[in-house]
């Protein structure tokens, strides 16, 4: 039986451990604390500080794993390295990793390595720095640090007493320790997708249908599949992808997002793991869900077709307060009474203003169905409250 160690438990390890447990393997949850989604549905689990070479180090040692999959940033990731020299497989690959969990790597790789399309850019690693870059890019303009996933510490500066401010946020809620941010020019652009891209041990690269999702505070709110994109459009975001997964090297899942504007496609970002707005693929929209795909990638099972099913929608549920104690839930009976609807709680064991707790979704047969999805699966999350 193979053993694989989940660094990061949150919902998107959940589902993925749920795929691992059908087809037989040992997982090891590993999460800063007690009780993560993961660590639920596993008999095994790790509380350590994952920002800690050494306790990674113990963790790796007492376990000694044969696969590391990686779910969230806070990680010493240069660690790795040192895993892949010992024979352990780290997904994608520790390059993979290490470039894409530091906003700093993987922009650069993709802008001046690879020479893609990507909105403009600056680093700042202080107050002054900031004031200038924002100058040279131009309000409005994004501030994000280097290292955080889910919005955490990015915000929007629209004016001039909006620096300071951002720049508290981005040093407040960054991981790792890194003491830069970077600047971004605010693209217009009229929708954001998601192109799930599974790169393969022994086959051909494959797509996901593209998947559309909007996002509020930085964070992902809704996602739905497929996504309205012309041929063009798909085909230079397919390229694109192709050639930033092929640079990391490695074997799974990838989140690429892209900005598409009114003539072109524009690289945002990269996850090396299943993204949160994939999530619509657990409402049956393809073959296989994202979760499934990246395990059999993982494991160099093949995989020869990705297939679309049918239309999905997702919207997460939200909690609208911080609550004290373990939450609870109401309102399951009146969601699933929606026509095609599913309802996925994360057992998250804490709440606050925001966080995620939650997933609604829901199908339908055809594509010319997604606006009415869309309303669907916000109206079936609304029906979920957290208290």
């Given at each position: ?40 549905v ?99 303009c ?14 929007t500066?629209?004016?001039?007493d ?7 946020y ?7 320790g890194?003491?830069?941010v ?48 012309n ?12 050639v ?37 693929t ?9 979760f ?22 997702s ?40 966080r ?32």
């Amino acid at each position: 039986m193979k053993k694989i160690l989940l660094l990061g438990s949150g919902e998107l390890g959940k589902e993925f451990t749920i795929s691992a447990k059908r087809l037989g393997l040992d997982v090891i949850a590993v999460d800063s604390y007690d009780n993560a989604p993961a660590q639920l549905v596993t008999d095994k689990r790790e509380v350590i500080n994952m920002l800690d070479g050494d306790e990674l180090d113990r963790i790796v040692d007492k376990h000694n794993p044969d696969i590391i999959v990686p779910e969230i940033e806070a990680i010493r990731t240069e660690r790795l390295y040192d895993y892949e020299r010992r024979g352990i497989q780290v997904v994608p690959s520790a390059r993979a990793v290490n470039f894409t969990m530091n906003r700093k790597a993987i922009r650069d790789l993709a802008a001046l390595e690879l020479g893609l399309t990507t909105a403009k850019y600056k680093y700042a690693s202080t107050l002054e720095q900031l004031v200038i870059a924002i100058n040279d890019i131009g309000r409005p303009c994004i501030v994000k640090p280097l290292m955080s996933s889910s919005g955490k510490g990015q915000s929007t500066v629209r004016t001039l007493d909006d620096i300071e401010n951002a720049w508290n946020y981005a040093s407040e809620r960054g991981r790792g320790g890194a003491g830069e941010v970077i600047v971004e020019e605010f693209v217009k652009f009229h929708s954001e997708i998601t192109l799930l891209t599974l790169t393969q041990k022994n086959g051909q690269t494959l797509f996901c249908p593209p998947i559309g999702h909007r996002q509020e505070r930085g964070d992902y709110q809704e996602s739905w599949q497929p996504c309205n994109i012309n041929s063009l459009q798909i085909e230079k975001a397919r390229y694109i992808a192709s050639v930033v997964t092929n640079s990391l090297t490695g074997a799974g899942i990838w989140g690429v997002e892209f900005f598409l504007t009114q003539d072109d496609v524009i690289f945002s970002e990269l996850s090396p793991r299943p993204h949160d707005t994939g999530m619509v693929t657990l409402a049956g929209t393809q073959n296989f869900n994202e979760f499934e795909l990246h395990l059999r990638a993982i494991l160099g099972l093949p995989v020869d077709e990705i297939k679309f099913v049918r239309s999905g929608a997702s919207a997460v549920i939200l909690s609208s307060e911080e609550i004290e104690g373990e939450p609870e839930y109401s309102g399951l009976d009146e969601a699933l009474a929606v026509r095609h609807s599913d309802v996925r709680i994360f057992g998250k064991p804490s709440a606050r203003k925001f966080r995620r707790m939650g997933v609604a979704l829901t199908w339908g047969e055809k594509v010319s169905e997604i606006d009415g999805l869309k309303e669907r699966a916000k109206r079936i999350a609304s029906c979920v409250k957290v208290y």
